[in-house]
């Protein structure tokens, strides 16, 4: 039985040939984003990413938060990466912009929210959430999680994902503001655990602080002993993140 027979006994509409060309030639679209996302990141190491929402406007206090942890952070040495877009995230390439190290934005085409801020030492442009995604995780020494929407709650559990399942190396990934994540907390907790769904040392994986300079002292002392640099056996799962 020919292909067009199989598609057709099995209720599966026709593709033209255009159309399978073109889903072909995407391939090589997602090749160059990561190409050029890991050619231009591999050597901002130490790094950290930060995520927060982009409708937090300028003047609020998750905002100035936010500037303060990324001005910090750039200041003892880490290069600070952000989404590229508004609210929590200009903040964050503001913060950084104003310190010691660069200010890098990992931007994406949305069809609404998302406009680049100007506050980007480097600048990256992605049309696909998987590529930009695995830019996050791969060069990062921590996650720093500030409040926010799907997009925010959607990077957390990717991480989390990752660090439970031995897919990503094990790395600080921190909650701040407390009162904003309580409830959440909570689920894990009560639902979560409580049915079996998680481990108990799953509950370890994160922690929930308030003060900037708690972020930074997390992250220094979880690298006191080891150093920020991979592993051999580390760089191996990277490898193949």
């Given at each position: 039985?020919?292909?067009a027979?199989?598609?057709?006994?099995?209720?599966?509409?026709?593709?033209?040939?255009?159309?399978?060309?073109?889903?072909?030639?995407?391939?090589?679209?997602?090749?160059?984003?990561?190409?050029?996302?890991?050619?231009?990141l591999?050597?901002?190491?130490p790094s950290?990413?930060?995520?927060g929402?982009?409708?937090?406007p300028?003047?609020?206090?998750?905002?100035?938060l936010?500037?303060?942890?990324?001005?910090?952070?750039?200041d003892?040495?880490f290069?600070?990466?952000?989404?590229?877009?508004?609210g929590?995230?200009?903040?964050?390439?503001?913060?950084?912009?104003?310190?010691?190290?660069?200010?890098?934005?990992?931007n994406?085409?949305?069809?609404?929210e998302?406009?680049?801020n100007?506050?980007?030492?480097i600048?990256?442009?992605?049309?696909?959430?998987?590529?930009?995604?695995?830019m996050?995780?791969?060069?990062?020494?921590a996650?720093?999680?500030?409040?926010?929407?799907?997009g925010?709650?959607d990077?957390?559990?990717?991480?989390?994902?990752?660090?439970?399942?031995?897919?990503?190396?094990r790395?600080?990934?921190?909650?701040?503001h407390?009162?904003?994540w309580?409830?959440?907390?909570?689920?894990?907790?009560?639902?979560?655990?409580g049915?079996?769904?998680?481990?108990?040392?799953?509950?370890?994986?994160?922690?929930?602080?308030?003060?900037?300079?708690?972020?930074?002292n997390?992250?220094?002392?979880?690298?006191?002993?080891?150093?920020?640099?991979?592993?051999?056996?580390?760089?191996?799962?990277l490898?193949?993140l």
């Amino acid at each position: 039985m020919n292909e067009a027979r199989k598609r057709e006994h099995h209720g599966m509409l026709p593709v033209s040939d255009a159309q399978l060309s073109r889903e072909s030639w995407k391939i090589f679209q997602i090749m160059a984003e990561f190409v050029e996302g890991f050619e231009r990141l591999a050597l901002i190491k130490p790094s950290v990413s930060i995520f927060g929402s982009a409708r937090i406007p300028p003047g609020h206090p998750h905002y100035e938060l936010a500037e303060d942890i990324a001005r910090l952070l750039s200041d003892s040495g880490f290069s600070v990466v952000s989404g590229g877009g508004p609210g929590i995230m200009e903040a964050i390439n503001k913060g950084a912009y104003r310190g010691k190290s660069p200010s890098i934005g990992l931007n994406i085409q949305l069809p609404h929210e998302q406009a680049e801020n100007e506050f980007q030492d480097i600048e990256l442009n992605f049309r696909h959430f998987f590529t930009r995604k695995v830019m996050f995780v791969k060069y990062a020494s921590a996650y720093v999680v500030l409040p926010g929407g799907f997009g925010t709650l959607d990077e957390l559990a990717e991480i989390l994902t990752l660090v439970q399942t031995g897919k990503s190396r094990r790395i600080p990934i921190i909650l701040v503001h407390k009162p904003f994540w309580n409830g959440l907390i909570d689920w894990f907790r009560d639902t979560l655990l409580g049915a079996g769904t998680i481990s108990p040392e799953d509950l370890d994986l994160y922690q929930v602080l308030d003060e900037p300079q708690e972020v930074v002292n997390a992250i220094f002392d979880y690298y006191e002993q080891k150093g920020f640099e991979p592993t051999a056996r580390e760089q191996e799962i990277l490898l193949d993140l």
